[in-house]
């Protein structure tokens, strides 16, 4: 069996580009996944938190920062802080456990997820 040069050469580019690289320690690579996740889920960084909403499984939580909006889910009784709306906060974060997805919206269900709820809301002077 032949193999055309053009895919030779397309294999041989993601061999190398996709190949094993020396990714530090194991401390180092702990390290930068750890800031990774700190990153996506802003938890080092001030949120202006933009609407409350109860929902089926938490107070849905749509907060801004940089210009970008995201959900957080967090504990139900938080949506009874209607004071937040506007405010820049840091939002403390802990799993916890929810109704589950299949539930939909059954409050007899006993089934639950686990996931990383919103508990603790610190307002920012």
């Not at 180092?28 to 089926?56: Q, W």
């Amino acid at each position: 069996m032949r193999i055309p040069a053009t895919r030779v050469l397309i294999l041989a580019f993601c061999a190398a580009a996709c190949g094993p690289r020396d990714a530090g320690s194991g401390a180092e690579r702990a390290e930068r996944a750890e800031r990774a996740d700190s990153a996506i889920a802003g938890a080092d960084s001030a949120v202006v938190v933009r609407e409350l909403t109860l929902g089926d499984r938490g107070c849905y939580l749509q907060v801004e920062a940089g210009g970008v909006r995201r959900e957080e889910i967090g504990a139900m009784e938080l949506c009874e802080r209607a004071d937040l709306v506007g405010r820049t906060v840091r939002l403390g974060r802990a799993p916890g456990a929810v109704p589950a997805m299949s539930c939909q919206g059954d409050p007899e269900c006993a089934q639950s997820d686990t996931v990383m709820l919103v508990h603790r809301v610190d307002v920012v002077p």
